[in-house]
């Protein structure tokens, strides 16, 4: 933990079990070492709905940990089955349990992947064409809008983590779907045949990972600078950059690739070709972002449809709804942001004004809370993939 912190006094940590042996065992590290600190440990279990015996096991996770003198939560999603099912599972797991840790106000979410995760997700991504960047596997740290992921044991072999749960007499779940050839990453888990971690391969993989992360994070920092340089971020979710001042170089396409994925709300950015290409150009369209002059922002077309306005819920992958007048939805502005005088539309651009988010009941405009019109709704800038750098 400590290449992590710093912590501070008394911290206050969430960790996500699913009830498999390398959460388990992160829960129980994690508890020692928060005790010892005199901090707290929230257990967060979420039950994807998925299959029908997910509740069962979301129950006996929970029952474990309290067990093991964690307190934890279960979390229910219920969601629908269809094409890219792990995917999407994955992703609502991790959206639901950062809301809860913006709802309980815990700033770090402890995950469990391992050095064979780790592994497993740079051979992926090179069978996939991944560049250096996607090539540097999973990050120990990623900050999002509403905690610090965190992922101390990268380093660690999966062996490690389940001769501790015998040590404590613990006996884990194991998820038939980890084995089902039916998934790529379940193929690949079969093919590198280390179930432990501790072969050569594995370790090989997890290696070049450091590596290949030691240069991200090189390349970061230069896009850091850049950035500052070139970029006014504006918090209405929209920017100006300099394109000369830019340039044509890695660096120059990495900064615009981060840029991207921030104003679209997306988890990762648009492929490396493409956004050459764009950086070529100097304008135009990718990932539901428009360039045009120095001014990027969110295309009012590419924007998600309205859906409700919950507290805690996100829209667009941009928006994160902290207050909405009751049986509202969110949507983009759209075509009414013609109806907006001109002095309260605050000097934005129309093409920035169509794509920030209004609240409606029905047919009625209720609020446009970047432009500080109508009462009743608070939203946060908290794209997906966190903020940039």
């Given amino acids: 933990m400590a290449p992590l912190g710093p912590f501070g006094a008394a911290p206050r940590l969430a960790v996500g079990v699913s009830g498999g042996p390398h959460s388990l065992a992160l829960a129980l590290l994690a508890r020692d070492w928060v005790q010892a600190r005199g901090g707290s440990l929230l257990g967060l279990v979420v039950d994807h709905g998925l299959r029908r015996e997910s509740g069962e096991e979301a129950?006996?996770?929970?029952?474990?940990?309290?067990?093991?003198?964690?307190?934890?939560?279960?979390?229910?999603?219920?969601?629908?089955?269809?094409?890219?099912?792990?995917?999407?599972?994955?992703?609502?797991?991790?959206?639901?349990?950062?809301?809860?840790?913006?709802?309980?106000?815990?700033?770090?979410?402890?995950?469990?992947?391992?050095?064979?995760?780790q592994a497993e997700t740079v051979l992926f991504?090179?069978?996939?064409?991944?560049?250096?960047?996607?090539?540097?596997?999973?990050?120990?740290?990623?900050?999002?809008?509403e905690a610090l992921l965190l992922r101390p044991l990268l380093e660690m072999a999966p062996a490690r983590l389940e001769a501790l749960l015998k040590?404590?007499?613990v006996v884990p779940l194991r998820d038939p779907s980890n084995l089902d050839p039916r998934f790529t990453r379940a193929r690949l888990r079969l093919a590198l045949a280390d179930p432990g971690g501790e072969g050569g391969g594995i370790a090989a993989l997890a290696e070049a990972g450091q590596a290949f992360a030691r240069r991200r994070a090189r390349l970061e920092d230069a896009v850091a600078a850049r950035l500052a340089a070139t970029l006014r971020l504006a918090p209405e979710g929209w920017a100006r950059l300099d394109a000369a001042a830019l340039g044509q170089d890695a660096v120059a396409l990495a900064a615009l690739a981060a840029l991207l994925r921030l104003l679209s709300g997306s988890e990762h950015?648009?492929?490396q070709e493409a956004v050459a290409t764009l950086l070529r150009r100097g304008q135009g369209t990718l990932h539901g972002v428009q360039w045009r002059d120095d001014l990027l922002c969110r295309e009012a077309a590419a924007c998600a449809p309205p859906s409700p306005a919950m507290p805690g819920s996100r829209w667009d992958g941009r928006w994160r709804v902290l207050a909405a007048p009751e049986g509202s939805s969110i949507g983009a502005l759209g075509a009414e942001s013609g109806g907006i005088?001109?002095?309260?539309?605050?000097?934005?651009?129309?093409?920035v004004l169509a794509g920030l988010p209004a609240l409606r009941r029905g047919a009625r405009l209720l609020t446009v809370p970047a432009l500080g019109l109508g009462e009743g709704a608070r939203l946060a800038f908290e794209p997906a993939g966190g903020p940039l750098g």
Avoid: Y
Avoid at 84 to 105: T, W, Y
Avoid at 341 to 351: E, K, N, V
């Fill in 59 to 117: 129950r006996w996770a929970f029952d474990t940990l309290k067990a093991c003198g964690i307190p934890s939560e279960v979390i229910a999603l219920g969601l629908p089955r269809g094409a890219a099912v792990q995917e999407r599972a994955r992703a609502a797991r991790l959206e639901a349990m950062l809301a809860r840790c913006g709802a309980l106000g815990l700033p770090w979410l402890l995950l469990g992947q391992h050095r064979a995760d």
């Fill in 125 to 145: 991504r090179a069978l996939r064409g991944s560049g250096p960047a996607g090539l540097a596997g999973i990050p120990a740290a990623r900050a999002a809008g």
């Fill in 167 to 169: 040590a404590n007499g």
């Fill in 269 to 271: 950015a648009p492929g």
């Fill in 341 to 351: 005088s001109r002095a309260a539309r605050l000097g934005l651009p129309a093409r």
